[in-house]
Nanobody
Framework: VQLVESGGGSVESGGSLTLSCVAT??????????MYWFRQTPGKERELVAD???????????DYADSVKGRFTISRDDAKRTVYLQMNDLKPEDTAMYYC?????WGQGTHVTVSA
């Protein structure tokens, strides 16, 4: 199993970025796997930013950290085995390394820097 993130970069406050996470090596129906975005800054623990999972009625259920609600959107394209994190109205405090996770697997991370 491999998770590869991309899309990080440097933006000014108020800007937007979209992160992508491509998953390979998963068996079976990818839509059944919950997917997570975490972030981490030096000296701090990794923080769960958003997650997405299948619901019992066939659509996806999403949850967000309070700090990003209304600004970030997690989505997935199961045919492409890709999970996205659309980040709008970015703030300097969003600066972090962003990681994709599923089950016990983590990606290598992609860095986001937001300047004031």
């Amino acid at each position: 199993v491999q998770l590869v993130e991309s899309g990080g970069g440097s933006v000014e406050s108020g800007g937007s970025l979209t992160l992508s996470c491509v998953a390979t090596g998963f068996t079976g129906d990818f839509s059944h796997y919950p997917m997570y975005w975490f972030r981490q800054t030096p000296g701090k623990e990794r923080e769960l930013v958003a997650d997405i999972r299948s619901s019992s009625v066939g659509n996806s259920r999403t949850d967000y950290a309070d700090s990003v609600k209304g600004r970030f959107t997690i989505s997935r394209d199961d045919a492409k085995r890709t999970v996205y994190l659309q980040m709008n109205d970015l703030k300097p405090e969003d600066t972090a390394m962003y990681y994709c996770r599923s089950l016990q697997f983590w990606g290598q991370g992609t860095h986001v820097t937001v300047s004031a």
